[in-house]
C-alpha cells in the first residue's frame, strides 16, 4: 500500500516537473518571438528613402498611414526641400503596407509617389494602429542608425506644427545627446472599458498605471537615445500603445529622463489652434504657440504656417495681450483627456 502511494507520489511529481518546464517554454518561445518582430519590423523594409544625406542637424520622421497622400502633400507644401535644406534637415514619411479594406491607394500609387519625392520608407508590416509600435522603432531605427543625424523630431502626419520655431527652439537647447523632450503625460492609467479605442486588457498590460511618456503627436530626441531605445526593445516584449511602450516603458528602462517643452509651446485642443490662427488672420495677434492638431483638416498646416509667414515677412502682428490669454479667450469645456477620441466642445467668448 505504501509502495503504491509513493509510485503515485513520483509519478504526480514528475508530471509538475513536464508541466512546469513545457509551459515556461511556451512562454519563452513566445516572448521570443515578439521580440523578433520588433527586430524583422525595425529592419526589413520594402521601401526605403532614396535622398542620403548623412549626418544632417535634424531628422524629421513622420508616422503617416498609407492612405494619407493629402496630408503627405500637405507636409512637402509648407516644408520644401529648399527650407529643410537651408536648416540641414531631411524628412521623411514612414508607411506601411496597404490594408485589404483600403480601396483608395495602390501600391503602384505609393511606388510613384516615391518616384517623384524619394522620401518614403515603407515598412513590411501591415497598416493598422495596433501595428503603430512597429512602425514607430521603424522610423526610430532608421534615424539612429542609418541616417544619424543630432536630432529627431517624430511628428504624426496629422499634427499641425511650425519649422521654423522648432529649428530655434532645437538650436538654443545646447544638449546634443541623452535628450528626449516633449508633452510630459503624468499620471495616465490603462482604459479598461471596452468601448473605448484605447482598451487595454490585463494581458497586454498588467498594472494600474503607465510610466509617465511623452505624445507622440510631436517630440525631440537625439540619434543616441532613438538606437538605445530601439536596442532596449529587443528585450521588453511590445505593447502596441506605441508612445507609452517607446518613450514611457523603454526609456525608463534605459534611464533616459523625460523633459518638458515649455508652456505656451503646445496646443492640446484642435479649438485652440482654431483660435489661435482666427486671431492671427484677422486681428494680427501672433500665434507663439508650436504644435496642435489639426482635428480632421488636412490642410490647416497649411494655412497656420501661410499665416505665420505673413506675420513674418510683413512684421506688423502683435504679441498675444497678457488680458487676452487665448485660454480665456476659447473655452474647451472639456476634461483634459489625451485618450479621448471626440473633439472638446467649445464656447468662444469676446471675439
Ligand atoms: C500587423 O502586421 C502583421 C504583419 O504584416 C499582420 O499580419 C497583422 O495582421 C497586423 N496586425 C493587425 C492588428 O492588423
Ligand atoms: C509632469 O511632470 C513633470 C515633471 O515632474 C512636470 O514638469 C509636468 O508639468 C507634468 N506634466 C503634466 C501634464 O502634469
Ligand atoms: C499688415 O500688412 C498687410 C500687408 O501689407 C495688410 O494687408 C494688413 O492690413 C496689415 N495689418 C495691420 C494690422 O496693419
Redesign the pocket.
Known amino acids: 500500500m505504501r509502495k503504491k502511494f509513493k509510485v503515485i507520489l513520483f509519478i504526480t511529481f514528475i508530471s509538475l516537473c513536464i508541466w512546469i518546464i513545457w509551459s515556461t517554454n511556451v512562454d519563452m518561445s513566445n516572448t521570443l518571438l515578439i521580440r523578433k518582430n520588433n527586430y524583422i519590423f525595425m529592419h526589413k523594409n520594402i521601401m526605403n528613402p532614396s535622398q542620403t544625406t548623412l549626418k544632417p542637424f535634424l531628422a524629421i520622421i513622420v508616422m503617416s498611414y498609407v492612405g494619407h497622400v493629402e496630408l503627405r502633400s500637405a507636409h512637402r507644401r509648407v516644408m520644401p526641400a529648399e527650407l529643410l535644406k537651408s536648416m540641414n534637415a531631411i524628412r521623411i514619411f514612414l508607411l506601411a503596407?496597404i490594408?485589404p479594406n483600403e480601396k483608395y491607394i495602390t501600391q503602384d500609387a505609393v511606388e510613384n509617389e516615391h518616384a517623384v519625392y524619394g522620401d518614403i520608407l515603407q515598412g513590411?508590416?501591415?497598416e493598422?494602429y495596433?501595428?503603430l509600435t512597429?512602425k514607430h522603432l521603424m522610423g526610430l531605427n532608421w534615424a539612429s542608425n542609418v541616417c544619424r543625424p543630432t536630432y529627431i523630431l517624430k511628428v504624426d502626419d496629422d499634427i499641425v506644427f511650425n519649422l521654423e520655431s522648432t529649428y530655434k527652439f532645437i538650436s538654443k537647447l545646447g544638449v546634443k545627446e541623452n535628450l528626449l523632450m516633449g508633452y510630459m503625460l503624468n499620471n495616465t492609467k490603462p482604459r479598461r472599458n471596452k468601448q473605448n479605442k484605447w482598451y487595454v486588457t490585463q494581458d497586454e498590460y498588467v498594472w494600474n498605471d503607465y510610466p509617465p511618456y511623452l505624445s507622440g503627436w510631436y517630440y525631440i530626441t537625439t540619434s543616441d537615445v532613438a538606437m538605445r531605445l530601439c536596442e532596449e526593445s529587443l528585450y521588453i516584449p511590445p505593447f502596441w500603445i506605441d508612445d507609452i511602450y517607446i518613450t514611457g516603458i523603454l526609456s525608463k528602462a534605459i534611464g533616459v529622463s523625460l523633459r518638458n517643452v515649455p508652456e505656451n509651446y503646445w496646443l492640446e485642443y484642435y479649438e485652440l489652434l482654431e483660435c489661435c490662427l482666427t486671431d492671427m488672420i484677422n486681428k494680427f495677434i501672433r500665434c507663439d504657440f508650436v504644435v496642435g492638431p489639426n482635428g480632421g483638416r488636412n490642410n490647416l498646416i497649411v494655412e497656420f504656417n501661410q499665416a505665420l509667414s505673413h506675420c513674418d515677412q510683413w512684421k506688423n502682428c502683435t504679441a498675444r495681450p497678457k488680458e487676452r490669454l487665448l485660454k480665456d479667450v476659447c473655452v474647451v469645456n472639456r476634461e483634459r483627456n489625451i485618450f479621448s477620441d471626440g473633439q472638446g466642445e467649445i464656447k468662444l467668448l469676446k471675439l
Open positions: 503596407k490594408p513590411s508590416f501591415v493598422n495596433r501595428n512597429y
